[in-house]
């Protein structure tokens, strides 16, 4: 029995000993890369590369697994290490360096190594590849300043036309931009800030044309897209909206630059996922972004329950700004446990207090929005009126106007949510008197020859804040003709406009007298405290 035993033993020590070579953690880096465990694989290769230093096989998965992961410098690193030191004739490994560098937006280095491939490789395995990429390259760039337009007066008057747009001289920058657009008839960058311009002047219409014009002779244009996308969403239409946010979740684009338009857009469209996969991958192409850049991926990482990145970014702006108030009450409220996704949003602003929406409401954005939805007369905005009138966020003076432009656009009842209570409009006689009132006013501006564009901007700048006031006082407009024509005279003089109170009067057919009663009472009203 112990002769068995011992027999046994001898075999069973003979058995147990297995050598932890390369190729037995290559083997288990496989199978962690087929589960896509891509972590686990990239530990696994390490320890088969640092027992085998000069297999081939070994460094060049590595390098793949890294390019995955997004160390594309890292990945370069090996790949130069085998051609270099232990194989020159290794072609392929210029195709990937291509593929490396192409993804951190080196579009010169990508296109010189992947003509080394296809210069080396005629019938290499990855030939079409190849040529797709070169290709995919001079599409990309096609949105830089080409050769011929590369004059340097072109490139100045760009920039000129861009420093407008940022200091809001939009009349100056559309200027600037329809000449260009009219000499260079091909040179998309300046549509697209052509485009801007329009729209930050309040010329919807203009600007969406615009831009079907790029994409209807350069269709693949990202930059017209995704502007176009955000155009729609600000203007209500979800429907054309979501056709372009189907068409931004289809492309991959290769320049950091568009990495970096599609990531923010898909954001503020609240793609919060893709948003934060594209913003990554613009992410290690530098060591140090911007404040809104870290807040961008802060807010994505947030939205997808990532709180810990979402710290991590918003101390990487702490990093940059000490004293940024974005860090300071996003990691202060993380840490108190208090932040939500509902007081988060991709604009550079602190975290919102639901509980004082009323007393912070951008009561002017949002009216600009409310008479643009209601100007258009489009009965399918009605459905994203009737959401702002059973939002809790909302303050109850937009709902009421939200209510009743939908009532007027669709002609259907519409109900709104006040506190705890639900307020049903079915006719315009169920509006409280300052609402009527209100818009019995804008009626009467809409007939006096404005442009949508001048009439936003009156009833922004001078309707809204004498209507927040009165409301607040529990009062109304009386006469609408006399203080539509107050408002108009007011308007035009805060304009520099030549105007008088009795050409406005004939507009209106009043009295000047009657004008200059009702411009001496807003006036008054508008002096008593700011909005």
């Not at 801007?196 to 615009?210: G, R, S, W």
Request: charged share 25%; hydrophobic share 40%.
């Amino acid at each position: 029995m112990r002769k068995e035993l011992h027999a046994s033993s001898e075999i069973k020590g003979r058995l147990i000993p297995f050598v932890q070579n390369g190729d037995y953690f290559f083997k288990k880096a496989m199978r962690a890369y087929q589960q896509r465990n891509l972590d686990k694989a990239r530990q696994h290769l390490e320890r088969a590369v640092k027992l085998e230093p000069e297999e081939v096989d070994y460094i060049c998965q590595l390098a793949a697994v890294l390019a995955e992961i997004g160390e594309y410098e890292a990945s370069n690193n090996w790949l130069t290490f085998v051609l270099d030191d232990l194989d020159p004739d290794l072609y392929e490994c210029y195709f990937f360096l291509a593929n490396n560098y192409a993804h951190m937006g080196l579009f010169q280095q990508a296109e010189k190594h992947a003509n080394t491939y296809l210069a080396n490789e005629p019938d290499g395995e990855f030939l079409e590849d190849a040529e797709e990429l070169v290709e995919l390259i001079s599409f990309e760039q096609e949105e830089t300043v080409p050769g011929e337009f590369g004059e340097e007066s072109l490139i100045q008057e760009h920039e000129e036309a861009r420093g407008a747009i940022e200091s809001g001289r939009f009349t100056e920058a559309i200027e600037l931009l329809e000449n260009m657009t009219s000499v260079y008839t091909e040179f998309w960058p300046a549509y697209n800030n052509l485009a801007l311009a329009y729209f930050y002047n309040e010329q919807y219409d203009d600007a969406i044309q615009v831009l079907d014009l790029v994409l209807t002779k350069n269709e693949g244009n990202l930059n017209a897209v995704c502007n176009l996308a955000l155009f729609y969403d600000f203007l209500g239409q979800h429907v054309k909206r979501d056709v372009m946010v189907e068409r931004l979740k289809n492309v991959y684009p290769i320049h950091v630059d568009h990495r970096y338009k599609l990531g923010s857009t898909l954001g503020f469209l609240d793609e919060h996922k893709l948003a934060y996969y594209w913003l990554r991958k613009v992410e290690v192409t530098r060591a140090e972004w911007n404040v809104p850049f870290y807040h961008w991926l802060a807010v994505s990482a947030f939205h997808l329950e990532q709180p810990e990145a979402a710290k991590r970014y918003w101390e990487k702006i702490k990093q940059l700004d000490a004293t940024s108030e974005i860090s300071s009450s996003h990691l202060e409220a993380l840490d108190e446990g208090t932040l939500t996704v509902d007081r988060i949003n991709y604009r550079l602003q602190a975290p919102r207090d639901v509980r004082d929406s009323v007393k912070k409401h951008d009561y002017r954005a949002r009216m600009t929005h409310l008479m643009l939805l209601y100007t258009k007369r489009d009965p399918a905005c009605a459905s994203l009126l009737q959401s702002y009138c059973k939002s809790k966020d909302e303050p109850l003076l937009i709902k009421e106007l939200s209510a009743y432009i939908a009532l007027t656009l669709s002609g259907e009842e519409v109900s709104i949510l006040d506190g705890d209570h639900v307020v049903t409009m079915k006719s315009y006689s169920d509006f409280p008197e300052h609402v009527t009132a209100g818009m019995r006013v804008i009626v009467e501006l809409e007939q006096s020859y404005l442009s949508d564009t001048e009439l936003h901007e009156l009833i922004s700048t001078v309707w809204l804040p004498c209507y927040v006031k009165l409301q607040r006082n529990k009062d109304f407009f009386q006469n609408s003709k006399g203080i539509a024509a107050a408002m108009l005279y007011m308007w035009k003089k805060l304009n520099a406009m030549e105007v008088s109170q009795t050409e406005v009067a004939k507009v209106f057919n009043i009295s000047s007298s009657t004008v200059h009663a009702y411009r001496k009472k807003l006036t008054n009203l508008l002096a008593k405290r700011d909005l």
